[in-house]
């Protein structure tokens, strides 16, 4: 018999196959698709890691290998030499809470600083403060110390100190910084906020070498002529770059707890003094630029000349009728005075405005003074300001002008930046009454009063200046202050290097025969600094380094033997 | 499974094992490269103290008293320079030498 179809049941396998075959579809999908999408990831993956090790093979960059340690930038001098940089030290501190015996731990602390208050740090400790000072940075045997007493509560914290390994040599320029390390005097305070950037060292123009043959030779005369204080700067020509600047007395940047009050001035920036005859370089430079007078124009300083009730002498005897160039080599004040009077109060005044003698100099520095300018401008004024009183000026501004009116004409602006940029777009004086002068100020070392500043194979001009003391209000004729401003190359043509050297008082000596003026004693001492800049900077010597800059001085109005120096 | 899956299963394995190798180097290479860094800020630490102990011990005012003290020198004059297309020096350019050699030197050109 044969057994009925059960169709119930066929139909029911068939469903379930059917259901069985779509969920295994639908897997399959489902499969496939997860495997797309985890093989497109894993590609990626895989493309990533290529990219990075076959693509992506530049350096490191981050700032893990930058300097962190310092928090403040170095400052170097023109050739990499190190002025002033930051050191890693300990300070050591006290947390009054972690402290179990306050009377032994200051005992204790004492016999390593002995100078400690003992009553006022136990006083804090026992009012339990978290955080108090002991000492700022820590010599290693001190710390060797305090690491031995083994004291709980004691700790040291990570600091940084500012050092000047040149000590006293730049005081004045770089300043210097609190304990902090925050910049209170000179650059470091003036370049603060660069500084505290500490990513670049800060590059100066100054040279290490001309300024210790500075601060050297300086030292050196300050002795031999018994003087209270001197100064100098020396300036590139062309640029304007100062290369050495140094104001006597001087301080230690590393110990500036024991700096007296007249050591932080610096005597080049911040003081204004009455020039004298160094006045007489843009005096002249004034009459001849604005066609007043010509070389050969004269004057007759033999009659009187009065203001108010002064009478207005030379240093010399009467030197008769002379013209505009023996004025300027023999520094006649009675000449110079008429040339002012000649071209009027207005275009004197305007000449050196433009020469940037009546407002305050532009440098890095914070401490820079403005000059002292007579109120009102009368014929009396331009008369002393002619020859150097009346009108107070800083010793880099007299410097500034002075290499302006000899180095082609252009205004020249001072920088302690070695990478400043340099403008010299402002015309002062034609280049032809440049070169007047600087050969002016050339036969004023050879046949006038700067003999001594003379460096035989070298072109050196110069000029002095011999100013009265002002004390309480009157000149004093026995004390003075020299200046000596000089011009150093290795010909006419190309003036290199501009001096300025003052002396505070130096004294009558037997070797000076009684003198004091600047042609006794700024001069020698200039003369040393400039001999020996030249060795430094590597100035050949010239059989003749003269060169006629005008045809006056070829001409029969002009008396004196052309690059002869007169012994 | 097919040969499809299992070649995808063999890849992934691969590129996971890679994965977590090279995760350890780079792990590795860290640590080492802090351990460098540490090392080299020591390093640059101790150069800077000894830069700025050079800088001091170099300050030219304790050159020139060392010199003068032991060495007997004088600063150089112009009369020391010469270009080298100069000719030979003179007996007075000689004399400024003021060393006993020059003064021998000299006596044979005044000789000669």
């Known amino acids: 018999m044969k057994r009925p179809i059960d169709h119930t049941r066929f139909d029911l396998k068939s469903s379930f196959n059917q259901q069985i075959s779509h969920a295994l579809q639908m897997a399959k999908n489902r499969l496939m698709i997860t495997g797309v999408v985890f093989s497109f990831a894993l590609l990626m993956v895989c493309g990533r890691l290529v990219d990075l090790m076959l693509f992506r093979q530049e350096p490191l960059t981050t700032n893990e290998f930058s300097p962190s340690f310092l928090n403040r930038s170095e400052i170097l001098d023109c050739h ?77 914290i990570r600091d940084h100190r500012r050092i000047y390994p040149q000590e006293a040599l730049f005081s004045h320029v770089l300043g210097y910084t609190d304990i902090d390390n925050n910049g209170i005097a000179g650059l470091e305070k003036s370049m603060d906020v660069d500084l505290k950037r500490g990513d670049a060292p800060l590059v100066l123009s100054l040279d290490l070498r001309l300024q210790h043959v500075m601060r050297d030779e300086l030292i050196k005369g300050m002795d031999e002529f018994g003087c209270i204080g001197s100064s100098g700067i020396l300036m590139d020509v062309d640029t304007g770059h100062v290369l050495a600047m140094v104001s006597l007395p001087d301080f230690n940047p590393n110990k500036i707890d024991r700096i007296h009050q007249d050591q932080r001035f610096n005597k080049n920036t911040s003081g204004v003094y009455e020039m004298g005859s160094i006045m007489k370089i843009a005096n002249t430079a004034m009459a001849l630029e604005s066609g007043v007078v010509q070389l050969h124009s004269t004057f007759n300083t033999s009659e009187p000349l009065k203001v108010g009730r002064f009478n207005i002498t030379d240093y010399r005897a009467n030197y008769g009728t002379i013209n505009v160039a023996d004025i300027f080599i023999h520094s006649s004040n009675k000449g110079a005075a008429r040339m002012a009077l000649m071209a009027g109060t207005d275009k004197q005044k305007a000449f050196l405005n433009k020469l940037g003698y009546l407002s305050p100099t532009t440098i890095e520095l914070p401490e820079v003074s403005s000059p002292m300018v007579p109120k009102r401008w009368r014929d009396a004024t331009a008369i002393t300001v002619s020859y150097g009183y009346g009108l107070a000026l800083s010793p880099l501004q007299t410097l500034a002008g002075i290499t302006s009116i000899i180095g082609g004409g252009y205004k020249v602006k001072p920088t302690l930046l070695k990478e400043a940029p340099i403008l010299k777009n402002e015309r002062i004086v034609s280049a032809k009454v440049s070169n007047q002068i600087l050969q002016l100020m050339r036969y004023v070392v050879t046949h006038g009063t700067s003999k001594r500043a003379n460096i035989p194979g070298y072109f050196v001009a110069g000029k002095t200046g011999t100013a009265n003391l002002l004390l309480r ?89 052309p690059n002869k120096c007169k012994e | 499974m097919s040969r499809l899956t299992l070649l995808c299963f063999a890849f992934a394995t691969i590129i996971g094992v890679m994965t977590f190798g090279i995760k350890q180097k780079v792990a590795s290479l860290e640590d080492h490269l802090q351990k460098v860094i540490k090392e080299s800020r020591h390093f640059e630490e101790a150069m800077h103290i000894l830069t700025a102990e050079w800088n001091y011990l170099n300050n030219p005012v304790r050159l020139q008293r060392m010199v003068e003290k032991h060495l007997k020198l004088v600063a150089g004059t112009a009369d020391h320079l010469a270009a080298l297309d100069r000719k030979s020096p003179t007996k007075h350019e000689v004399l400024s030498y003021d060393t006993r050699a020059m003064m021998q030197l000299a006596d044979q050109l005044e000789d000669s």
């Open chain 1, 80 to 156: 990499g030499q190190v002025l002033a940089t930051t050191l890693v030290t300990s300070s050591l501190c006290v947390n009054g809470k972690k402290i179990f015996d306050p009377e032994d731990t200051v005992i204790k602390l004492k016999t390593v600083f002995p100078h400690l208050s003992e009553k006022d740090l136990l006083k804090k400790i026992q009012e339990k403060k978290t955080f108090i000072w002991i000492q700022r940075h820590l010599t290693p045997h001190q710390q060797q110390a305090v690491i031995e007493l083994g004291l709980p509560g004691v700790e040291f």
């Open chain 1, 473 to 561: 209000g009157t000149y004093n004729k026995a004390r003075v202050t020299t200046t000596f401003i000089g011009i150093l190359g290795e010909e006419a043509t190309k003036p290199k290097y501009a001096l300025f050297v003052r002396l505070d008082d130096p004294q009558r000596l037997k070797k000076t025969f009684g003198f004091n003026a600047a042609g006794w004693n700024a001069a020698p001492v200039s003369k040393r600094i400039l001999e020996r800049v030249a060795h430094v900077v590597g100035l050949i010597p010239k059989n003749n380094p003269d060169t006629v800059l005008d045809p006056f001085f070829q001409s029969a109005n002009f008396k004196y033997q």
